[in-house]
């Protein structure tokens, strides 16, 4: 009798927790509701706008583009003559390639670098040995250097649009603006399942949550690049700090705290590469969400404390401590098996309704989702076919990174240490390659440790399908199927681009 009731108190206990988990992940996903619905209600309002409402450019301030680049000799050419390509004058114009690389990437810089002086450019190649502070660093370096009022970031994997100063400098009439942030486009979208994957996500940070945030006063980031800074601005908020992996949010909270206005530009588009390689989509992930924990920690007082009113601050807290949530939801996981004994051999039966808040979740999901996609691709032949099939894809896929994820968010709350790991990027087109990954240089050699776990946990929720059969408890078998699968792909991926196409 004593063991029974033991039994059944520390199964309250588990329910209690993880209950406590679907509130916390639903009310997150009821914030990201609220902004898809922002976003809607700002799409609704721009209808009734006139035509041209878009300011124009008067007068030729003085520009500095800065180019940060690492080992990049697949792209680091595209992008620094894209930069050639701005319609602004050259004597208002100048660029800095900010080129950290230990390879021939800075051969290739000065070499272009070199051309376009013949042409009247007035551009540099800061090169540095050392690579101290990463690309925070590298951005900090060059502030002394720069000679414009205002300061263009974009990284190697873009191409930089002729219009994109002239489209964006208008709005630095106001002197409250800091910074004007542009949508991210997608060079190579179509060119695997993991870029349609990647873009669907990306798009909806570039629509939904930042549209969302900013038509309504709330905090916003600078994304690392294809954005435009005042340079007073990135100065007056104490510059570029290399004490988290997100120097773009940390810079973008600590700015907008001291009365910096930032703009987001949706019809800007500015496109990029999408990684399609398994290992550099996983590190790239990583990098934003434990970065993005350590502004949290870093900022969490001081954003508390802060001047902005109660919205903006929950709208910043919700913003910065994202990753949270795929730690949340990995534990959610990795708690469902065990979930199926206690079902079965309590009275907590009645708690099983409980469990559909996941469901809710999933749904606000969906509803966001489709809202930047059907925004984003109107004019698309089967829309709804292609926003199912890759929604499905895209929920899928987060499952399987919840492991990668979660460690992201352990490493980001626990203060631990790592460098900066860039994603390389290999000029690679919508059309898919003939080639094997074999042919370029900067893929990681051979299968990660973390894909053993992977392994392990794939066969984990295999044998939580299987309890449940065995036990007729059939609740929790659509959610470990789709974890099986979540986690099939993510090994699939890593043995296919560390072996297979070797």
């Keep these: 009798m004593e063991g029974s009731v033991i039994h059944i108190a520390w199964s309250w206990i588990y329910f209690g927790i993880i209950f406590l988990i679907l509130i916390i992940i639903m009310t997150f996903c009821i914030t990201e509701f609220i902004l898809a619905v922002n976003y809607l209600k700002s799409k609704r309002k721009q209808r009734k706008k006139p035509a041209n409402h878009s300011p124009t450019l008067e007068h030729f301030p003085l520009v500095a583009v800065q180019i940060p680049i690492f080992n990049e000799k697949y792209v680091a050419e595209r992008v620094i003559r894209s930069a050639a390509t701005l319609d602004y004058p050259k004597d208002r114009l100048q660029i800095q390639v900010l080129d950290d690389s230990t390879d021939e990437t800075v051969d290739i810089s000065k070499r272009i670098a070199a051309e376009l002086v013949d042409i009247g450019f007035d551009i540099s190649v800061l090169h540095r040995t050392d690579r101290d502070g990463f690309k925070a660093g590298a951005l900090k370096a060059a502030m002394p250097h720069c000679k414009g009022e205002y300061?263009?970031?974009?990284?190697?994997?873009?191409?930089?649009?002729?219009?994109?100063?002239?489209?964006?400098?208008?709005?630095?009439?106001?002197?409250?603006?800091?910074?004007?942030?542009?949508?991210?486009?997608?060079?190579?979208?179509?060119?695997?399942?993991?870029?349609?994957?990647?873009?669907?996500?990306?798009?909806?940070?570039?629509?939904?949550?930042?549209?969302?945030?900013?038509?309504?006063?709330?905090?916003?980031?600078?994304?690392?690049?294809?954005?435009?800074?005042?340079?007073?601005?990135?100065?007056?908020?104490?510059?570029?700090?290399?004490d988290t992996l997100t120097e773009d949010l940390d810079l973008s909270y600590r700015a907008q705290m001291k009365g910096w206005q930032f703009k987001y530009k949706e019809d800007i588009v500015a496109p990029a590469e999408l990684p399609a390689h398994i290992s550099g989509i996983k590190s790239q992930q990583f990098r934003w969400i434990k970065g993005g924990t350590q502004v949290g920690v870093k900022l969490f007082n001081q954003l508390i404390k802060c001047s902005a009113d109660g919205k903006q601050k929950w709208?910043?807290?919700?913003?910065?401590?994202?990753?949270?949530?795929?730690?949340?939801?990995?534990?959610?996981?990795?708690?469902?098996?065990?979930?199926?004994?206690?079902?079965?051999?309590?009275?907590?039966?009645?708690?099983?309704?409980?469990?559909?808040?996941?469901?809710?979740?999933?749904?606000?999901?969906?509803?966001?989702?489709?809202?930047?996609?059907?925004?984003?691709?109107?004019?698309?032949?089967?829309?709804?076919?292609?926003?199912?099939?890759?929604?499905?894809?895209?929920?899928?896929?987060?499952?399987?990174?919840?492991?990668?994820?979660?460690?992201?968010?352990?490493?980001?709350?626990?203060?631990?240490?790592?460098?900066?790991?860039?994603?390389?990027?290999?000029?690679?087109?919508?059309?898919?390659?003939?080639?094997?990954?074999?042919?370029?240089?900067?893929?990681?050699?051979?299968?990660?440790?973390?894909?053993?776990?992977?392994?392990?946990?794939?066969?984990?929720?295999?044998?939580?399908?299987?309890?449940?059969?065995?036990?007729?408890?059939?609740?929790?078998?659509?959610?470990?199927?789709?974890?099986?699968?979540?986690?099939?792909?993510?090994?699939?991926?890593?043995?296919?681009?560390?072996?297979?196409?070797?």
């Design 151 to 242: 300061v263009a970031i974009f990284d190697a994997d873009f191409i930089i649009q002729p219009d994109f100063l002239k489209a964006t400098l208008p709005y630095f009439k106001d002197p409250k603006i800091g910074m004007v942030q542009t949508r991210w486009g997608h060079l190579n979208e179509n060119y695997s399942l993991l870029t349609k994957i990647q873009a669907f996500f990306i798009d909806i940070h570039f629509s939904v949550q930042h549209t969302g945030r900013n038509e309504y006063g709330y905090f916003i980031n600078f994304n690392g690049t294809a954005g435009i800074w005042r340079k007073s601005c990135i100065e007056d908020a104490g510059g570029w700090t290399p």
């Design 315 to 502: 709208f910043g807290l919700t913003h910065i401590f994202a990753g949270s949530t795929y730690l949340l939801s990995f534990l959610l996981y990795a708690m469902s098996v065990p979930l199926i004994f206690i079902f079965y051999t309590t009275s907590l039966k009645s708690f099983i309704p409980y469990m559909s808040l996941f469901i809710f979740s999933t749904l606000i999901v969906l509803f966001t989702g489709g809202v930047s996609f059907f925004h984003s691709n109107h004019n698309m032949k089967h829309p709804w076919q292609s926003f199912l099939g890759r929604f499905t894809a895209f929920l899928l896929f987060t499952m399987g990174l919840s492991l990668n994820n979660a460690i992201a968010t352990i490493e980001g709350f626990s203060g631990k240490k790592s460098d900066f790991i860039r994603t390389p990027k290999f000029n690679l087109t919508n059309q898919k390659s003939i080639e094997h990954w074999s042919k370029f240089s900067y893929i990681r050699k051979g299968l990660a440790g973390q894909v053993i776990l992977e392994i392990i946990l794939l066969l984990y929720f295999l044998l939580g399908i299987a309890i449940g059969i065995y036990y007729q408890f059939y609740h929790l078998i659509p959610l470990h199927l789709m974890l099986v699968i979540g986690y099939g792909m993510i090994v699939y991926y890593s043995f296919k681009h560390a072996i297979i196409d070797r």
